[in-house]
């Protein structure tokens, strides 16, 4: 019935049996709860300002040369240059330059 109404965008069928158990047992938030497992030790505050102020004092530096001075992983640093101070690697399209019958 949800996907003649909602169509593709509908909730799946395991997903409201799952809401449904919830609300059942007196639980009336749809978010889940929070899980216990061992906290994020590389993406500190510190360490996001150290990347940014690396960053800032060297724009072309590498995930690998940031990782090696911080002594963190890669995807750490990665996470927190994509995710955290919100940067993006800008593409560089190269053209050849045309060819003039001077230069041939």
């Not at 639980?27 to 800032?56: C, F, H, Q, W, Y």
């Not at 995807?75 to 060819?99: A, C, G, M, W």
Request: hydrophobic share 30%; net charge positive; aromatic share 6%.
């Amino acid at each position: 019935m949800l996907v003649k109404v909602y169509g593709v965008d509908a909730v799946s069928k395991k997903c409201v049996f799952e809401w449904f158990k919830r609300f059942r047992d007196g639980k009336e938030d749809v978010k889940d709860e929070p899980r216990s497992g061992r906290p994020p030790t590389s993406t500190t505050p510190d360490n996001i300002e150290r990347v940014r102020r690396m960053l800032a004092d060297d724009r072309r530096l590498s995930l690998r040369k940031i990782a090696e001075e911080l002594k963190i992983s890669l995807d750490s640093v990665s996470n927190i240059i994509h995710e955290h101070l919100q940067k993006r690697k800008k593409k560089v399209y190269s053209f050849p330059t045309s060819l003039r019958s001077s230069n041939v």
